[in-house]
């Protein structure tokens, strides 16, 4: 019988109203039930953003660096399971153990970091233009804050916006993607055994329509979080536009890699192989664009492919895998529907392009590396985010034709150039739009101690994680003070 999981609501692990579950299933092996999950419904939400509400004053009033203990406790906890957490990752969402372990181990930086913030939270002491009046801003919590997460970081993502809430003061009501909701658990598990008190962090899982708008229609609720897809993202803006609360989205992607004609070959495959298909694709941060120079196109095309057609894919707990499956049956619809699209369009499959299928690919999601060439930038493989293993490869002119096709996508997540060529490399930097730019290097993997998001259609508010991170769950107010009479 598989594990039932609880919601976590005033500082205990609770049953939702309803006792219904959900169950959370592997996608390289559907028969395992990774645990059964709580259906939350409306009347769930509503308590916990009561309790957390009730707690919120208590908390704000605890020093910031005491605050911030409670984020180093947890960390040393999630430290001391990292190999087995990392274990419940790949079961519940498909990407290789390393990837699952190096997502967890970013985790426990973030409360780290954020533990640290606790410390520091500075503010600015700015002159006066009048005598012996003393000017300085502060911080302030918002309130409750509700964050909605994905499933594809589902350790990153939650800590990347439960550590910085809970440092500044606020309380948290937190909802997981449905696919993947263990990871999140694991974290509030830690804060529970690192003593937080109740009511600070509350985690509920349940329907993204059901829990997810309830909640930020709750009154109580002053900031929302949300990282997912543009069309929930979208709906949830004009949603909480209404109650002009603070909001952050963080979406889709498109993401570039341009590759000019001095790169070497060999590095430039191995950052469209590592970009494009490490987590199956599914990172916001993914490569799914190669725009390369026509003089080097043929010749990289040769090295890529056939780096990709040895690429291994397989259940993520296996030694030796590359590439784990697609999170779920309708992602995988979803990845060979642009495949078929792809080619009705006139691209060209380089390889790739089926599910796999045969032992024990016919227990999960698995789809090939996928590459098409001579893609154009009106095809829908071009401009639409597929959320998979599929890499569009479109030929430039020159550096200019490359960056207009760079920029040819609604969104503006995160863009890379491979080139040697200092002048090319600042040119793309000041003119690509993207919030993150990586210069020989994929368009994924970033760090969490710097600011993270995207332009254009991919983000909405402020900057998550590293330094900027505070400044969306804080307010600030500003004091004069004239120390005369
Ligand atoms: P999603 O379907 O938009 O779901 C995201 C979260 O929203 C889930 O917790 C979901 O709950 C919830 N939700 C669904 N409908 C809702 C509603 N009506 N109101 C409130 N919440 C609702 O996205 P996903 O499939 O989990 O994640 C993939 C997407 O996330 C991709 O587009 C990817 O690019 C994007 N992403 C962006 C970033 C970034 O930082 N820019 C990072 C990672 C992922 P359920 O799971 O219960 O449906």
Redesign the pocket.
């Known amino acids: 019988m598989p594990e039932v999981f609880r919601n976590y609501v005033a500082g205990q692990w609770v049953e939702c109203k309803s006792q219904k579950t959900f169950p959370n299933i592997n996608p390289a092996d559907t028969d395992e039930v990774v645990g059964l999950f709580q259906a939350s419904g409306p009347a769930d939400v509503q308590e916990a953003c009561d309790v957390a509400a009730k707690a919120q004053p208590g908390w704000a009033a605890l020093p910031a660096p005491r605050r911030g203990e409670y984020l180093f406790k947890a960390a040393e906890i999630l430290e001391s399971r990292l190999a087995k957490l990392g274990e419940d990752m790949t079961r519940e969402e498909g990407k290789t153990l390393p990837e699952a372990k190096a997502e967890v181990k970013r985790a426990i930086n973030i409360f780290r970091y954020f533990g640290g913030e606790g410390a520091r939270q500075f503010s600015y002491q700015i002159p006066s233009e009048r005598e012996n009046v003393f000017c300085y801003t502060m911080r302030k919590p918002l309130g409750v804050v509700g964050l909605?997460?994905?499933?594809?970081?589902p350790s990153a993502?939650p800590a990347w916006k439960m550590a910085p809430a809970l440092v500044g003061g606020n309380t948290v009501v937190i909802?997981?993607?449905?696919?993947a909701p263990l990871s999140a658990l694991r974290l509030v598990e830690a804060l529970h055994e690192a003593g937080i008190p109740a009511g600070a962090v509350n985690y509920l899982t349940g329907?993204?329509?059901t829990v997810?708008?309830t909640l930020?229609d709750h009154p109580a609720i002053r900031a929302v979080s949300?990282?997912?897809?543009?069309?929930?993202?979208n709906?949830?803006y004009d949603r909480v536009a209404r109650r002009k609360i603070r909001v952050q989205l963080?979406?889709?992607?498109k993401n570039p890699t341009v590759v000019l004609k001095d790169a070497d070959l060999n590095y430039a495959a191995d950052v469209l192989v590592n970009g494009a298909f490490f987590s199956t694709g599914q990172k916001?941060t993914a490569c799914s664009r190669a725009v390369i120079e026509r003089a080097i196109y043929e010749r990289l095309v040769e090295i890529l492919v056939a780096k990709t057609r040895k690429m291994k894919v397989g259940n993520g707990l296996e030694p030796g895998i590359d590439m784990g499956p697609a999170v779920d049956a309708s992602q995988l619809e979803t990845d060979l529907k642009y495949i078929e699209i792809a080619k009705q369009e006139g691209a060209k499959l380089l390889c790739g392009g089926n599910r796999l299928t045969g032992g024990i690919y016919d227990k999960g999601y698995f789809v090939e590396p996928t590459i098409f060439g001579n893609v154009t930038p009106e095809m829908r493989i071009a401009q639409e985010?597929v959320?998979g293993p599929v890499l569009a490869l479109m030929v430039a002119e020159d550096f200019d034709d490359a960056m207009r096709l760079a920029n040819s996508a609604r969104f503006g997540?995160s863009a890379s150039i491979v080139s040697r060529d200092l002048t090319r490399v600042h040119q793309f930097i000041n003119g690509i739009q993207a919030g993150l730019i990586t210069v020989n290097l994929p368009t994924a993997g970033v760090e969490y101690q710097l600011p993270f998001g995207?332009t254009k259609e991919?983000?909405f508010g402020m900057r998550e994680q590293g330094p900027l991170a505070l400044d969306f769950y804080t307010e600030t107010r500003t004091v004069y003070l004239k120390y005369t009479q």
């Open positions: 909605i997460t994905p499933w594809n970081f993502i909802k997981p993607a449905s696919l329907g993204g329509g997810g708008n930020v949300f990282t997912g897809s543009c069309e929930v993202g709906t949830l963080e979406m889709g992607g916001c985010e959320f997540l995207g991919s983000s």
